[in-house]
């Protein structure tokens, strides 16, 4: 890290926690205790009040009353901006959101009490895929190639070599949104089915334009795979169903029963997903 973001990482940690041992900034920045010493010595020279307590529970610390200020955003805005980023952390694990949760908390003033809370805890999947989510940001970032062992909803395994575009996450999981040179086409893979991803060495010029655009022009060609189905249901498990199934359309056949449309996805690989 060049010294001068470490600076600057140190500065918006100090403003969101107390007396914060030097031994521990050595090790979260990767660096020694004396540089950690220097950098004190650096920060307070351009009038940042900086002040060590000496002690068990010593520790540096920033003073206070000395705060960053925003005024282009409404208090009640930045909190809610907080709040949604400390829920969003829950579910998905990076630690450039833990950073910027880290920076806006430097911001705001954490008066008042929390009003509303989230927690999407229950959403967030296995530390495997978090760590693949990891990997593949690295590889859309550089635009490397990866290849892959994946398991299809069939049960099908195969090995394929892609251009990783995006990760998205949907329908309570995350997946990978690629192009495949040799079916010349877009394709999705659920994350929890990769096994021994391996990141090439050599890079994919191909551009893609809109990623977003192509990700929805892929899920409608996904859609017309599916199949509608009827599925009928006593009227007493009306505020079930409801809650299960809110944009499907009920109708009443009788006093005594009610049905339900749905759509499903056909039992077959189409080609676009593979989830």
Same mark, same amino acid.
Request: neutral net charge; glycine residues 4%; proline residues 1%.
């Given at each position: 890290m060049?010294?001068i973001d ?10 969101n926690h107390d ?5 521990y900034?050595?090790e979260?920045?990767?660096v020694?205790v ?5 950098d004190?010595?650096?920060?307070s ?5 900086v002040?060590?307590d ?7 610390s920033?003073?206070p ?5 925003n #005024?282009?955003?409404?208090?009640? &805005?930045?909190?809610l901006v ?9 579910s998905y694990?990076?630690?450039t959101?833990?950073s910027?949760?880290?920076?806006y908390?430097?911001i705001i003033?954490?008066?008042g009490?929390q009003?509303?809370f989230?927690?999407?805890s229950?959403?967030k &999947? ?5 760590d ?6 690295q590889?859309?970032?550089r ?7 994946y398991?299809?909803a069939?049960g099908?395994y195969f090995?394929p ?7 998205? !996450?949907?329908?309570y999981?995350? !997946?990978?949104f690629?192009? /495949? &040179?040799t079916?010349?086409?877009y394709?999705t ?8 991803l391996?990141?090439e060495e050599?890079?994919y /010029?191909?551009e ?10 892929s /899920?409608?060609?996904? !859609?017309? #795979?599916?199949?509608h189905? &009827?599925?009928q249901f ?11 199934f809110p944009?499907?359309p ?11 449309f749905?759509m499903f996805?056909q039992?077959?690989d189409?080609?676009k997903h593979?989830?």
């Open positions: 060049v010294k470490r600076l600057l990482e140190i500065i918006i940690y100090l403003l007396h914060v041992p030097a031994s900034l050595a979260r920045f990767h020694s004396r540089t950690i010493q220097r004190m010595i650096s920060i020279s351009i009038g940042i009040p002040y060590a000496a002690g068990k529970n010593g520790g540096y920033i003073l009353n000395y705060k960053i200020k #005024t282009d955003i409404r208090d009640d &805005e930045q909190q907080v709040k949604a980023l400390k829920s969003l952390a829950t694990t990076s630690d959101l833990n910027l949760i880290e920076k908390n430097a003033e954490k008066e009490g009003k509303v989230w927690d999407f229950v959403t &999947e296995n530390q495997q895929v978090q693949m989510n990891a990997m593949l940001e590889a859309i970032a635009k490397n190639y990866i290849s892959f062992d398991r299809n069939n099908d090995h070599t892609v251009q990783p575009l995006a990760i998205h !996450y949907k329908w999981a995350w !997946y990978l690629t192009y /495949e &040179e079916r010349q086409d394709r893979f659920k994350v929890a089915r990769m096994n021994h391996i990141i050599n890079h /010029e191909q893609h334009g809109n990623i977003e655009e192509r990700m929805k022009e /899920e409608q060609a996904y !859609y017309k #795979t599916c199949i189905i &009827e599925v006593d009227k007493d498990e009306s505020g079930l169903i409801k809650e299960y944009d499907c009920i109708e009443k056949i009788d006093d005594r029963v009610r049905r339900i749905m996805r039992k077959k189409c080609g593979c989830c």
